[in-house]
Structures are given as structure tokens and as C-alpha cells.
């Protein structure tokens, strides 16, 4: 049988070559549940009103079938008897009447499309009012009367009256208070559920969507990004727009900033060709300028990358390694494991001797494993520093705990940050000394003038380490691991330090191994957090799940250390630890 909705092709063009809508097909049977989400302007709203018919052929083309009638050309009559009574929408800020009463209005669809008399309007409207939980009492009223949660609940019920199969809620709670947005979230999952309705709901509001729609579809200048199970599009985003998507949108249960998506969204009269993300895209490559990707299976959902989604950046597996101390072998690693994908933050969490300053150093090539496998971008890392082998390690950049430790007293500002580009010759037109200006400028610091010529050992610790980062970055790498970069600054050098770091993600779609023993900066800045007990991998999760009820005992542990020395906490009989590993 064919499904309540199926959308193939559908563009949607406006005067002036507006491209709304480009090429976005789609089926929704009864029972089903989509989410469309976006930015503003990325066509969720020109996709709705096409639904209802309310956009036709020249402005649109492909095919809209609800119910087996094609909508695009449909004439009114066709269409007046397939609104309300099959597809229904409720518009966010839609025009009541000011003069009629709210029961009125939720009955005038019943008088207007149905044979029904006004007493039975009426009192279908107090059912629908009963359905939607709006008191009783409110049908009597003006539309001013009520508050937002009310209007919306009386505009559900004028959208439920004539039993439509598939209805469309358009930004079905924004501007409501948490209270009001929950209740009407929790009703209207319900009503869906109870009438086996096919629901669409348009809407930014992550949350919202995930809580309504089974299914979530990501929309990007008028084109499908990604599209699958919610579960999997709105918690584990593999588009490079969805990912950067949910990062900037506020989460309730961490305490990560946000990440604003960088860039801004394409005139729709002049979307880019190839890749429309192409270029807001830190991964993006030639081909992404040139050639359009399609939606493919990838990851379990489909997805328009050419690359599936998300580069895996480094994919460290089994990684061992042992110490002789005193004549004894010293375990320090036993089949460690750890990931990083683009633009992702990843806290490498342990107590004392948990090995993941060891494994840092393996990481970035400073120390050999004895077993294990470490990918870089999809290619063994190499084991040597010989031509050829650099270009590809210096992708990977460490950055250590100590800047005086790191950083030589002897050279000068411009020498410290120039220092790595000496190794390999650079490529034409690229200039060491901008280069340098542009890190140093990246990591807040002068990047001109008589700054270039001080001393390391006339700087502060927070400058070294802004310089010791600026050092790092200057090579261009894809990876940085940062080995409690702050630990030696203070609190207010240590904010400056963590925003350059995130600043510098979301501009370069740097990947990011977060050493440290301070859980708060973890949960601050990484998307993700795992977890070295006794040299292995105990946990790997996201960092919002990273709660006291994490699931490894050696986890648990780090977090309740970190609450009792906690600024709110009255004092603790914890110890801080050093780490030795
Ligand atoms: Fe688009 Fe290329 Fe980025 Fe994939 S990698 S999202 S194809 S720009």
C-alpha cells in the first residue's frame, strides 16, 4: 500500500531564483513521526506550507502525494477537501479571531467542513478542549485571554477537529516556559500515540523534536543533510552540519559551552555549488566545492557527505606498553583504546598512574607502545620522523602540562611559534612570519610589534602556554593533545586558555585528547569522556552521561573527588592526586 505521504523531489522556487526548497523527498505512513530541523531559512517552514498545498507549481515542482492526490496543480476544490480532514497544521503564530470566543473557534472548522450542527460543534469542540487538557472555562473566552500554553493547546484542538491522518505542528512550543513547553510536549506525544497520527513536526528546538518525532531529518539550504532514527541523528549526529547543529544548541544535562556554527548560512538565491555546507565545513575538501554529495546509507542513517559524515581523525586500538623501574616490568598500558573525530573534544580521565599521560605521549609520537594499533585519519601512524613520515605526524601536536618545561628561555617570542615550520620546507606563497602573526593572534596575544622579540623567561606562565598552543597550531595539525594544559595557570588564565581552545575547534575543526585529572574542565570543554583505569580503558561515554551514576567504579571515583573540592563543598578528605603514569 502506498504511504499517507510521499514527497519526491520536491523544489520549492520563489521570485527573485529564492531556492527554498531543493530536491527533498520523503514518506510518512499513519503512525509515523518526522522531525524536520534546521537553522532559520534552510526551507522547514516552505516544506510545510507545500504540504498543505500552499505552495503550487511554478514556484513548485516534483511530487507531493497525500493519500494517493497529487498535490502540486491540485485545484482548490481538491485541495479544501483534503485540508483539516486529512492534513492539518498548527502555524506557529497563527491569527485568531480577536472578537470570537475560543470555543467558537475550535468549533468553526467542524461548522464550516462538516455537516454538523452548532450545538454539536459546540460540544465536540469541549471534547477536543478536554483532549488537548484546555479548561473548560477558556471556550468562553477571548483569544487575549489566554496565556501562549493555552493558545497553543486551543490551536491543537481547532487542528485535531476534523480527525485529520497527518498533522503538522510548526514550532509546536517555541517561546513557551520550560513548565508549559513540557506539559504540552507530554500531550501531544500522547494524542499522537492514542490516534495512530502520521506527524510532522517543524521546529529548531532539538529537544522538542526528539521528544514528538521517532524519526529526525536535518535540513540545510533547502537540501537533507542527514535523516534516520532520532536516536541517532539528534545524540550522535554524523553530518558535519548536524553535529555542529546540536553542539550549539543548550543541553540541560552538561555543562559544555555551547559552539556557535561558524560561518552563516548561504543566500538562498546563491546557495554554493557542490556541497551547500561546503564552506561552513572545517573537513571540506576539493570535491566538496565541485561535485554534489548524495544521500548514502552511512553510520546506520543516511547521509549527504562525500566522506559518510564525520572524519574519524585517530583510532587508537589495544595500545600496550610497559617500563623497566628498579628492574621490574611496569605495566603502564594493557589494550588502551581511544577515538577522535572531527572537531570532537575527548577527556582522557584518570587517577594517579592510570597511564594516560603515557598514552598521550603514544599518541603524539613521543614514545613507542609495544602493542596496539593507532590510525591517524584512516592511515597507520608512522613510526619514524624520517621526509615523508613528518608531514603526516605533525598533524598530531602535543601541547604539555609545564610551558617553562616546554619551551626553550633562550628564544624569543617569533622564534619559539617559528620553530616548528623550520623542520619541513613550507609550501609555495605560504610566509612563516604571517603564519606566526596569525597564530598569535588566534591565541590572543600580539601578533606585531616588540612582543615578537621578548624572551620566554620574561613571560607570564598563561602567555607561555598561549605561546606553547600557538606553537602547536602553527603546523596546520588535524589533532591536538593537550596534557593538563592549565593546571599551572590560574583560574582566569585557565578560562582564556580553554575558550582559545574551543574557538580554535570550531574555526579548524580541530580534534582534541584533553588530558586531565580536573573532571570540571572536562565536563566544561570535552564532547566526550574516557576513562584509564590501571593502564585500560575503562569507560568511554558522552560527557553529559559522565554523572555520578557513570558506569565505571574508577569514574565514579573521580567524580565524587571532584564534588568534595568543589568551591559549594564544605571541605573533603580526598587527596588530590598527581599523575605518574
Ligand atoms: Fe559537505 Fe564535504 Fe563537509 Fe561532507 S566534508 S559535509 S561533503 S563539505
Not at 30 to 36: H, K, N, V
Not at 86 to 97: E, H, K, L, R
Not at 457 to 465: K, V
Request: aromatic fraction near 2%.
Amino acid at each position: 500500500m502506498a504511504p499517507l505521504l510521499e514527497v519526491a523531489e520536491l523544489r520549492v522556487t520563489y521570485e527573485g531564483g529564492v531556492d527554498a526548497v531543493r530536491g527533498i523527498a520523503f514518506e510518512l505512513d499513519r503512525g509515523d513521526t518526522l522531525a524536520i530541523v534546521g537553522e532559520s531559512g534552510a526551507g522547514k517552514s516552505t516544506l510545510a506550507h507545500s504540504i498543505m498545498g500552499l505552495v503550487q507549481p511554478p514556484q513548485a515542482s516534483g511530487s507531493i502525494l497525500l493519500d494517493g492526490h497529487e498535490l502540486l496543480g491540485a485545484d482548490e476544490r481538491m485541495l479544501r477537501s483534503l485540508r483539516w480532514s486529512t492534513v492539518a497544521i498548527a502555524m506557529q503564530g497563527a491569527p485568531f479571531n480577536p472578537v470570537a470566543t475560543v470555543g467558537d473557534q475550535i468549533a468553526e472548522p467542524l461548522r464550516e467542513h462538516s455537516v454538523m450542527s452548532g450545538s454539536d460543534a459546540a460540544h465536540r469542540a469541549a471534547e477536543l478542549a478536554e483532549e488537548v487538557a484546555l479548561a473548560p472555562a477558556l471556550l468562553e473566552r477571548h483569544p487575549h485571554e489566554l496565556s501562549g500554553g493555552e493558545r497553543r493547546r486551543a490551536m491543537l484542538a481547532m487542528t485535531l477537529a476534523l480527525d485529520p491522518r497527518l498533522v503538522i505542528l510548526d514550532e509546536p512550543v517555541a517561546g513557551l516556559d520550560p513548565e508549559t513547553k513540557a506539559a504540552l510536549l507530554e500531550r501531544m506525544a500522547a494524542i499522537t500515540e492514542r490516534r495512530g497520527l502520521a506527524l510532522l513536526v517543524i521546529s529548531h528546538d532539538l529537544p522538542a523534536a526528539a521528544r514528538l518525532a521517532a524519526r529526525s531529518m536535518v535540513i540545510y539550504a533547502g537540501e537533507v543533510m542527514e535523516a534516520g532514527a532520532t536516536a541517532a541523528v539528534i545524540e550522535c549526529p554524523a553530518h558535519p552540519y548536524a553535529w555542529a547543529l546540536v553542539n550549539a544548541y543548550p543541553v540541560m544535562t552538561t555543562t559544555k559551552d555551547l559552539r556557535p556554527i561558524r560561518g552563516r548560512p548561504p543566500d538562498p538565491r546563491a546557495v554554493p555549488r557542490g556541497c551547500p555546507f561546503h564552506p561552513r565545513c572545517t573537513q571540506a575538501e576539493d570535491v566538496c566545492g565541485d561535485r554534489h554529495p548524495e544521500l548514502a546509507a552511512s553510520r546506520g542513517r543516511a547521509v549527504a557527505c562525500h566522506f559518510g559524515g564525520l572524519k574519524e581523525l585517530l583510532r587508537v586500538t589495544g595500545v600496550s606498553k610497559a617500563y623497566r623501574r628498579g628492574g621490574r616490568s611496569v605495566q603502564a598500558l594493557e589494550d588502551a583504546s581511544i577515538s577522535v573525530s572531527e572537531g570532537e573534544a575527548v577527556g582522557l580521565v584518570g587517577a594517579s598512574g592510570s597511564g594516560k599521560s603515557t598514552l598521550a605521549r603514544i599518541i603524539t609520537g613521543h614514545l613507542a607502545a609495544d602493542a596496539g594499533e593507532i590510525l591517524l585519519e584512516g592511515a597507520p601512524l608512522p613510526r619514524s620522523w624520517k621526509r615523508g613520515a613528518r608531514a603526516v605526524r605533525r598533524r598530531i601536536q602535543l601541547v604539555m602540562q609545564d610551558p617553562w618545561d616546554a619551551l626553550s628561555p633562550r628564544l624569543t617570542v617569533a622564534e619559539l611559534v617559528r620553530e616548528p615550520l623550520e623542520i619541513e620546507p613550507l609550501e609555495a606563497g605560504d610566509d612563516a612570519a604571517a603564519r606566526v602573526g596569525e597564530m598569535l593572534e588566534a591565541v590572543g596575544l600580539p601578533p606585531t610589534g616588540a612582543f615578537l622579540d621578548t624572551r620566554a623567561h620574561e613571560l607570564s606562565g598563561g602567555q607561555l602556554q598561549r605561546i606553547a598552543l600557538a606553537r602547536a597550531l602553527v603546523t596546520r595539525p588535524k589533532l591536538l593533545v593537550a596534557d593538563e594544559p592549565t593546571s599551572m595557570l590560574d583560574p582566569s588564565e585557565q578560562a582564556r586558555l580553554l575558550v582559545i581552545l574551543r574557538e580554535r575547534q570550531a574555526e579548524m575543526g580541530l580534534g582534541l585528547v584533553l588530558v586531565s585529572h580536573d573532571v570540571a574542565v572536562v565536563r566544561k570543554v570535552t564532547d566526550r569522556v574516557v576513562v584509564l583505569d590501571g593502564g585500560r580503558t575503562v569507560e568511554d561515554v558522552r560527557t553529559e552521561a559522565f554523572s555520578a551514576s557513570t558506569a565505571s567504579p574508577a569514574g565514579r571515583r573521580l567524580l565524587a573527588a571532584a564534588s568534595a573540592f568543589s568551591p559549594n563543598s564544605a571541605g573533603s578528605a580526598v587527596e588530590p592526586e598527581e599523575d605518574g603514569g
